[in-house]
């Protein structure tokens, strides 16, 4: 199945999909507020999506937090945040918590794309890498730039914490499920790991395509034969980018009438819009009647 078939799925999903909501749950009186928690590299978004539908909406009130993917599930599980934004698919286990905790299932709304950028200082000559050779560098088998090409200097590495879903997918797709190298310097937050870059010529860094200020973003390739592709909305679309997602809003069962219209605003296309105007990408446009 295509990205973009695979979006429109969970959208007719969203739409389609209607389960019991408790009375304890947050919003289930529907008091006109929204308690959004989760992925920090969202969570931009998830500030300028509130903030652009409370200026056309003055009765809602929107609160959003990050603290990462992880802290966004467990917070739909235990009943504290009303949507979580996650940077990674919820895992069986948390939707089985979830359902054990609450009786509810966990609805997933694709509501954006993310290519995940590998930050670079400006300064730095290296212009590719391959997913091979990228996983050696985190793993620490590589520990100096003269093995990429580059100056014969250290590569100091930069990542996100444990909790975090980015952490989560590049420890997936990038490294295979194999431990980080122990001189990786965790950070909370994605802007934190590309300030970090931004700052120290000889360092690498990972995260969201919208955090590239000051920073440059290597084009990858998916191995030592193949092309190297730069992240972009195109290449994000159609998947050529080794480590392009999609970003996600989590409820627990059927949302409140407040939840759902935001949430609908978020795919339409004026949250779209904000989508592109922070950084991200939109998503994909359906194609044919």
Known sequence: MTRAALVLAAATAFVASCTRIDADTPGAR?????????????????????????????????????GGSGTGIAGLINGSADICESSRPMREKEKAALLSRRGL??????????????????????????????????????????????????????????NSGTYGYFKEHVLGNR?????????????????????????????????????????VKLDDRSPAVAPSLETAEDGSYPVSRLLYFYTAGEPTPTMRAFIAWVVGPEGQKTVADVGYYPLPKKSGP
């Not at 969570?43 to 937090?65: F, H, S």
């Not at 590309?194 to 990972?206: E, H, P, S």
């Open 30 to 66: 529907d008091r006109g507020s929204v308690s959004i928690k989760g992925s920090d590299t969202m969570v931009i978004l998830g500030q300028r999506w509130a903030e652009d539908y409370m200026e056309k909406n003055p009765d809602v009130v929107i609160r959003v937090t990050g």
């Open 179 to 219: 431990d980080f190298a122990a001189a990786t310097q965790t950070l909370a937050g994605t802007a934190a790991v590309a300030n970090a870059v931004k700052g120290d010529v000889l360092g690498i860094g990972y995260g969201g395509i919208a955090y590239l200020a000051g920073v440059r973003a290597l084009a």
């Open 105 to 162: 299932q966990a609805l997933e709304t694709a509501v954006a794309l993310d290519a995940i950028a590998i930050y670079v200082n400006e300064k730095n000559p290296l212009r590719a890498i391959s997913l091979p050779a990228l996983a050696k560098i985190y793993e620490g088998a590589t520990t100096r730039w003269s093995d990429t090409g580059g100056v014969d200097r250290p590569i100091v590495l930069y990542g996100r914490e444990s």
